[in-house]
Nanobody, 128 residues
């Protein structure tokens, strides 16, 4: 497994932007699929975005506003969040799993059970 640390969360006004980072240690990150999930108070954890090699996947609620990317040299995956809305308020978690055959689909990458390494989460609060 790989150890993950998220950063970049904070308080922002609606319409603003934040960039979250997910830094990995312990192993080269390039062979891992990485997903971002979020959990708001009283709600279940939900999928936000994922990246497998260079392919990206997004939940409908964030498509066009959020961008996931990776810098393998820095062992880091980013989530650029633009046009933030109050409903984006949540704790954001990154998760990782080593790439495998059959993992290249939205249905696969959007399922939290397909990841075995998780970060501690970073709080994102969007004020109206």
């Amino acid at each position: 497994q790989v150890q993950l640390v998220e950063s970049g969360g904070g308080l922002v006004q609606a319409g603003g932007s934040l960039r979250l980072s997910c830094a990995a240690s312990g192993r080269s990150f390039s062979a891992y699929n990485v997903g971002w999930f979020r959990q708001a108070p009283g709600k279940e954890r939900e999928f936000v975005a994922a990246i497998r090699l260079s392919a990206t996947y997004y939940a409908g609620s964030v498509r066009g506003r959020f961008t996931i990317s990776r810098d393998n040299a820095k062992n880091t995956v980013y989530l650029q969040m633009n046009s933030l809305k109050p409903e984006d308020t949540a704790v954001y978690y990154c998760a990782a799993a080593i790439d495998s055959v059959g993992s290249g689909s939205y249905s696969y990458t959007s399922q939290s059970r397909n990841y075995n390494s998780w970060g501690q989460g970073t709080q994102v609060t969007v004020s109206s």
